[in-house]
């Protein structure tokens, strides 16, 4: 019995609290139609204003994205370059070896050609080692090159989806604007 009071007690105070709680929340401030409308009024244009901010920050990391990728490109184009005179320079310095040794293997003695042919095969390998790692590296600039030309694509394309949402949502809050701005007149 003692436990149904207490129950019964605690229900009746939440109950009634609860009633209270409606109550106090109803009886806040009435806005008037007007009101109504110019609050809704200029919450569309702070939404179309957030909208239209959002977009141009999209449009900046598009230019951002189009930056690097012409700037990947441009670095990956001076780095081929760069490899392709390094590898040139030693194939020049390669064949200028082994003309040399070719004119000392016509010269040489039966015991020599045992030296000169070790030579050559050290020279091939050193030459292919390095030729090797040339390689590597022009990969490796080759695929920087392709890189910033899909960052560039990427970026365009995104810039042209954002400029024409851009403009979507420019009219639209020059129109919240204009309907808030004839609102205003209108009161007055």
């Known amino acids: 019995m003692k436990q149904f009071c207490v129950n019964s007690i605690l229900f009746l105070l939440f109950f009634f609290g609860g009633l209270i709680l409606h109550a106090q929340e109803n009886s806040g401030v009435v806005l008037s139609k007007n009101q109504l409308k110019l609050q809704k009024l200029e919450n569309d244009v702070k939404r179309s204003e957030v909208k239209v901010n959002s977009i141009k920050a999209k449009l900046e990391v598009s230019d951002s994205l189009i930056r690097v990728g012409k700037d990947m490109e441009n670095e990956a184009i001076s780095n081929i370059i760069i490899l392709e005179k390094e590898g040139n320079e030693f194939t020049k ?67 042209k989806q954002y400029q024409r949402t851009l403009e979507d949502y420019l009219d639209l809050l020059h129109d919240s604007e204009k309907k808030l701005e004839e609102f205003k007149l209108d009161i007055d």
């Open 93 to 159: 310095l390669q064949n200028t070896e082994y003309k040399i040794i070719n004119k000392q293997k016509k010269r040489a003695s039966e015991e020599e050609l045992e030296a000169i042919s070790k030579e050559i095969k050290e020279l091939d390998l050193k030459y292919k080692a390095q030729i090797k790692e040339i390689d590597k590296k022009l990969k490796v600039e080759y695929k920087k090159l392709q890189k910033g030309i899909l960052n560039q694509e990427k970026g365009k394309e995104k810039q």
